[in-house]
């Protein structure tokens, strides 16, 4: 792009792009801030980030818009060629309303890879069944837990390409 070729030409590397929305239940103010070291954080990976506007409660409520507008954010983030990653960093009980406004066409033809957790299960089953495309059940705010030295360590190892870490654990079947 336009864009990517004056970074190049500046010195600088061309960024990948990623997303930030919530599709489920919205953040509260007191979540402002962790989002915006989440942000510092993927912005130190190399990412170039877009938060979506509709993150935050509205009027005391859990959601951040009403279902189709929810979808529009995500859609208009499917729709942007430049983005990579999409990671919604909700969760809770309303993620299935947005599945009528979702245009599996487009988000077919995207490259953008969608990451959540939680009921956002619906939008990775959504995508899988109607698009054959891959999603990540993740909950990419847990790169910021005081614990997570290691999941930042293999969520960088994953962006360089270096290893996938992130993707590789040990399990066993039970019965």
Known sequence: SEENGRKQKAGGAARRRAAVVA?????????????????????DCGLEVKVSGRLYGKNGTVFSGTPKERAKELMDC???????MIFDVSGGDVANGILPYLDFSAIGRSRAVFWGYSDLTT????????????SVLYQVRNLLAEDGGWQRRAFRDYLAGVSEPLFSFSWKFLR
Request: hydrophobic letters at 25%.
């Open 23 to 43: 599709c489920s239940n919205a953040l509260s103010e007191r979540c402002r801030e962790q989002i915006e070291k989440l942000t510092d954080f993927l912005t």
């Open 78 to 84: 499917y729709r942007d060629p430049e983005t990579e």
């Open 123 to 134: 939008i990775i089953n959504g995508i899988y069944a109607k698009t054959g495309r891959p």
